[in-house]
């Protein structure tokens, strides 16, 4: 029993390299969404869209589609281990050519998404950092000021942040080109004819990934979208007439 659970997890990290990288795609996503509020949404002093209104609303834009485009990789992500799902319990025991079909289709939805996310964070890197460069040339020494000093920083933080999730795409990308070798035919009736305590622990296993990391990676690429589409809708505030000088 042991063995057979060994050689179940040493299948999983062959053929579903996508359960072990989605981690840290996830959490690219969530510090993304987080490093938002030290830009576009303090509550003391002023933020970006207030200081360079236009350079900043480009970004924010970048990080709306951005988002979107992390949505539909977490479906997309959730529709390959579904498929795989099927395999492992199946409800009717149709041909495994069917199975090797439709998991195909679904890799090369899970490709086609990657390739679009890849090119979405080097097109929002390019507008961090024209807004890196709209604040510090409109404020130049000034912007080592105090109410400004933490937000070049939090800028070059977020061009980081999304370097690495153009980093991570590529590395997952690169491991799904050779899913359709791993899912050959005689892989595909060895899923099947493992034990089923072994079928569901596997089975678990992609569920609790889909739990931890697919849901959390598509709530808090909703959440980005929505918070910057309702920052790009209010007006930016003039904190002169909020506070005139006396």
């Known amino acids: 029993m042991i063995l057979i659970r060994l050689r179940m997890l040493i299948w999983v990290q062959v053929c579903l390299p996508q359960l072990a990288l989605v981690r840290p795609m996830t959490w690219c996503m969530i510090t993304i969404h987080m490093q938002l509020g030290s830009l576009f949404l303090r509550g003391k002093g002023p933020n970006a869209q207030e200081l360079v209104p236009q350079a900043a609303r480009d970004a924010m834009q970048a990080i709306i589609d951005l988002a979107v485009r992390g949505q539909t990789l977490a479906q997309a992500l959730r529709g390959h281990t579904d498929a795989v799902r099927q395999v492992l319990l199946p409800t009717s025991e149709g041909p495994l ?25 080097e097109y929002t890197n390019a507008t961090f950092f ?27 933080k977020m061009r980081e942040y999304v370097d690495a999730l153009k980093i991570q795409a590529a590395c997952l990308r690169s491991a799904l080109e050779h899913m359709p070798k791993c899912f050959s035919l005689s892989n595909l009736a060895q899923l099947r004819g493992a034990p ?39 007006p930016p505030v003039d904190r002169d007439k909020m506070h005139p000088m006396r």
């Open 97 to 121: 050519e069917s199975y090797q079909d439709l998991i195909d289709v679904r890799n090369r939805d899970v490709l086609r998404c990657l390739d679009e996310i890849k090119a979405d964070a």
């Open 130 to 156: 024209a807004l890196e460069f709209a604040f510090t040339a409109k404020f130049g020494r000034q912007r080592n000021e105090s109410n400004l000093c933490k937000l070049l920083p939090a800028i070059r």
């Open 196 to 234: 089923e305590h072994a079928r569901r622990d596997l089975d678990d296993y992609i569920r609790q990934v889909y739990a931890w990391h697919l849901v959390s990676m598509g709530n808090h690429t909703k959440d980005s979208a929505e918070v910057m589409r309702n920052k790009l809708q209010s």
